[in-house]
């Protein structure tokens, strides 16, 4: 992917002044770094944190981005969005499936309100824009405080992805700026947290089942063949949409099997 566009700095005012009023409201800080190891960890195991309402950390760059299954993310300077949402719930870890899933929800919904077209999402975490991977979600929480757990939602964007950074990355992939799609990313980071934020709220009143039928719409691969990978080996079946918890329901020679996302990647055949 070209750079054609040079990067916007993001700037910590900016981001504050897009953000909705009703999304503001329970906003504590919003911290912008110019580089950190991980932004969910900046979060997680910071000091400051702790106190009730939300909390946002957004990175220039990361030098320990991580994604699922321990994998790195490739976070070059000034080229993406990284950015990590901290809150804390009365409920975890059981509701962490649907969870995830409805933070992809939000930021389609973040994608659409900028008028970008092709978004879809596939279970469990990923962010495509016309078929490939754009981005995704990684929630990870620090256990239980207070009578309540500290969860973070991370979320990586690509917005004009370097090449040479990009040939490290181990599956198709691509960036708004190859779509021709330029946001600006203080304005995406905005659309993005309001969303989250409002979502997140949405979610601790109806959980999943709020943004199950807006995922459903979403879903790029249901009543396709996929592949799933996990630590005790491999299985096929097609996927027939998820649960009213957000566990992938895989058909396997008929019978449908509730599948939850843990240490698991998806893969489709056809």
């Known amino acids: 992917m070209s750079n054609t566009h040079p990067a916007e700095a993001l700037d910590q005012r900016q981001i504050l002044s897009g953000i909705s009023a009703a999304a503001s409201v329970g906003l504590r800080s919003l911290t912008v770094l110019g580089e950190v190891d991980s ?3 900046f979060l997680l195991e910071g000091e400051g944190f702790g106190e009730a309402g939300v909390h946002v950390c957004v990175a220039e760059a990361q030098t320990a981005g991580r994604g699922r299954r321990g994998r790195a993310w490739v976070s070059p300077g000034g080229a993406n969005l990284y950015l990590s949402v901290l809150r804390s719930f009365a409920v975890v870890p059981e509701f962490l499936q649907g969870l995830s899933l409805a933070m992809g929800v939000a930021v389609a919904r973040a994608m659409q309100s900028l008028d970008v077209q092709g978004i879809a999402l596939k279970w469990p975490n990923d962010i495509l824009l016309s078929g490939v991977k754009l981005g995704g979600i990684l929630l990870e929480t620090s256990g239980r405080s207070r009578g309540s757990w500290r969860v973070v939602t991370g979320i990586g964007i690509n917005v004009q992805m370097p090449a040479d950074a990009g040939a490290s990355i181990d599956q198709p992939w691509t960036d708004l700026a190859a779509h021709g799609i330029h946001p600006g990313r203080n304005r995406l980071a905005s659309r993005v947290l309001t969303e989250v934020i409002l979502a997140q709220e949405q979610f601790v009143e109806a959980g999943f ?3 199950r039928r807006d995922w459903e719409l979403l879903d790029a691969v249901r009543d396709r063949q996929v592949e799933l990978h996990d630590v005790s080996g491999s299985r096929r079946g097609t996927a027939r949409g998820v649960d ?12 449908c099997e509730r599948v939850v996302s843990g240490d698991i990647s998806l893969r489709v055949l056809t």
């Open 244 to 255: 009213t918890g957000g566990a992938l329901l895989l058909e396997v020679q008929g019978r």
């Open 39 to 41: 932004s969910n960890r």
């Open 209 to 211: 089942e709020a943004f």
